[in-house]
Structures are given as C-alpha cells and as structure tokens.
C-alpha cells in the first residue's frame, strides 16, 4: 500500500488572525482538505491579499483520490508592488516552506499587483500531466492499492 500523500506529516495549525472582509475564498474552507485550509491560510496572513485563489490540482495528476499534493495559486496583493516576478514567486515559496518541504509536490504561482490583476483579471490553466510515471505499467496498481 501507497503512503498516505493526502495528508502532510506536520501538524497544521489552522488559526486564522482575523477575517478580511474584502476577501472571500472562492469556496468555504473544507476540515477535510488541511492543505488548501493551511496554504489559504498562510497567504492570507503574510500577504493581505486584495484577492486569493488556491486550487487543488492534485486529481489531475496520478496520484489516489483526496490527495492534496498539486496546486495553483493566485495571489493580488499591494506587497507586489515594485516587485520583480522571480521575487514575488521567492516570497510565495518561503511563506509556504514547509508544506512545499513535506507534502506540495507541485506549486503554480501567478503572484499579481492589483493593477496588473485590473488589467488581467485570468487565472492562468495548468497543462495535462504528462507526469513521471506516463510510461510506468505499475501506476495503476499503486493507484488502486491507495485506494484501500
């Protein structure tokens, strides 16, 4: 049986310091996705965004059902401004280290300016997975032995 990828081996604090009212996730927090709820949490905190994105693409890769291993990002926020792009994306990283050290395996990150993100309001569209293991015969064995 496949470890459990689903699930980071940290603990996860889930504390939130105050709710912004100009931001509201495109969906309510799930209990059952402690990833998303750590990663929205922690760029909520550290960059105040005007507005936030996390989206979950771990189904689209070969990975059991529930896994919480592959996201996308969008963050706006002010703390952009004057920022070059690699630096913002450096930012972003360090605020998520630690997910990114155990259990992301994959992270896309738009880091946008709220003008930039006025001018261009799109999140961008992640590629099929052409993963590592498109050639290997076993994938579905281990995807189904997840499963149990």
Do not use: Y
């Not at 927090?29 to 905190?45: G, Q, S």
């Not at 590629?127 to 290997?136: E, R």
């Amino acid at each position: 049986m496949l470890p459990s990828v689903s699930r980071c081996t940290r603990p996860i604090c889930l504390s939130v310091a105050r709710p912004l009212a100009h931001f509201r996730p495109p969906m309510d927090p799930d209990p059952n996705r402690p990833v998303e709820t750590t990663i929205r949490t922690k760029l909520t905190e550290k960059f105040k965004p005007d507005h936030l994105e996390v989206h979950n693409e771990s189904h689209m890769h070969a990975v059991p059902p529930g896994s919480e291993s592959h996201f996308r990002v969008l963050v706006v926020s002010t703390q952009f401004v004057g920022l070059p792009l690699i630096q913002r994306h450096r930012l972003v990283n360090e605020a998520l280290k630690e997910e990114l050290s155990s259990c992301v395996h994959a992270l896309a990150i738009q880091a946008k300016t709220p003008e930039q993100w006025g001018m261009d309001p799109a999140l961008g569209k992640s590629p099929s997975c052409m993963g590592g293991s498109k050639n290997d015969r076993t994938v579905e064995e281990k995807l189904k032995a997840g499963r149990e």
